[in-house]
């Protein structure tokens, strides 16, 4: 493979999200995604300042790069890893196209054909949730994801009756599409310790697959007195930037699946540090994935080539803005995204479709309780 150098780093704010390539002297052009959900334009502004840096570099030391640029200050955190990992997923991108393969060749190789998702059923009422969870196991999803609460959750006035609408929606998905789909209840760090242990207690009876973020990430020891008491297997991690938030989770028993962003905790690199951490305490991992087919075709290759997989969170993509973004998609086939075996991530960018959908940005609107306090998000 002859040398080359990084030419530039171009951005682009698409629809919700945030998009980078880099360009190569040699024409290879590698694409990445930058994962702080709603915060896409400092995250962008962060890859602009290390660009000067990047140009001139050759693309293939990523680890290098990750790490001079990591170190780089003493400031760390969420829009910093937004945009690292956005240039790892592109220079890993860069490596597969220069060298012919996948990256996930470049990474031990293809564990596993295919990636059972989960998909995401949506309804305010409970009827509506339970159409729609129907409506996804039709389609032959064998894992639904779904909210305990309907949409305005800090409205409840009591825990009392907070509780008993989580059981009844979660006994009514159970009951509309039987015991062999597998149930991922959310609870979007809503809840405090106790009131999350008490009502995984009482959810315990619906068999569920995992219980997401039953609190505020914050504390591992803490969430890891939820995950002994409260009988049920947490998945968290969305949130965390670095190997080291994971480390303390897992040191905490905390959990019993990881939820690591390609697009947020160190690109593909990171990531596979998580999984490999993960795989040491027989934890599974199941990556996040709110953006872009750009975030889910970096957990493909991710999912591809762990021994430690579960799940793959999948929002669909059949329709627009998202149907637009790529040339070919990547196969859905009964539940199941299809591993591509192009070069690199294995999918192209449309970029006709770059200037069809204007960034929109994200309105600052945080939730108030009854009482004019602030809630969490």
Not at 69 to 76: D, N, P
Not at 160 to 174: H, I, L, M, P
Not at 253 to 259: K, P, Q
Not at 327 to 350: A, M, Q, S, T, W
């Amino acid at each position: 493979m002859k040398p080359t150098r990084i030419e530039k780093i171009e951005t682009i704010l698409w629809q919700r999200w945030l998009l980078v390539k880099v360009h190569c002297e040699d024409g290879t052009v590698g694409v990445g995604e930058g994962g702080v959900h709603g915060w896409q334009r400092p995250t962008e502004t962060m890859v602009k300042t290390f660009e000067p840096y990047l140009v001139g570099q050759d693309p293939s030391r990523i680890e290098h790069h990750y790490q001079y640029l990591y170190r780089s200050s003493h400031f760390m955190g969420s829009v910093v890893q937004g945009a690292l990992s956005a240039i790892d997923i592109a220079l890993w991108d860069v490596k597969g196209k220069r060298l012919g393969v996948p990256i996930y060749e470049l990474m031990g190789g293809l564990t596993r054909h295919k990636v059972r998702c989960y998909m995401h059923a949506r309804g305010e009422t409970t009827e509506d949730l339970v159409a729609n969870a129907v409506k996804q196991a039709k389609a032959g999803f064998s894992a639904i994801r779904f909210p305990a609460f309907g949409r305005q959750f800090w409205l409840h006035r009591t825990y009392s009756k907070w509780a008993d609408e989580a059981v009844q929606r979660v006994g009514a998905v159970r009951e509309a599409v039987g015991p062999d789909i597998d149930l991922c209840v959310e609870i979007h760090r809503q809840m405090n310790p106790s009131e999350s242990i008490s009502l995984a207690r009482r959810l315990e009876q619906f068999n569920l697959y995992f219980l997401e973020d039953p609190m505020l990430p914050d504390s591992p020891d803490v969430m890891g007195e939820v995950q002994r008491r409260g009988n049920l297997p947490i998945a968290t991690g969305e949130r965390f930037t670095s190997i080291y938030e994971f480390q303390q989770l897992l040191e905490a028993r905390a959990c019993a699946y990881v939820r690591p962003d390609p697009c947020l905790c160190g690109g593909l690199s990171g990531c596979k540090k998580v999984s490999a951490m993960a795989e040491a305490q027989h934890v599974k991992v199941i990556p996040h994935n709110p953006l872009s087919p750009i975030s889910t075709a970096a957990c493909v290759q991710l999912d591809a080539c762990i021994p430690n997989f579960a799940l793959q969170e999948y929002t669909g993509e059949s329709e627009p803005p998202k149907s637009d973004l790529l040339v070919e998609p990547i196969k859905l086939e009964e539940g199941f995204l299809i591993v591509p075996d192009g070069p690199g991530l294995g999918v192209e960018l449309n970029e006709s479709a770059l200037a069809a959908h204007p960034f929109v940005d994200r309105p600052i609107n945080t939730p108030i309780h009854e009482d004019g306090s602030v809630a969490d998000r």
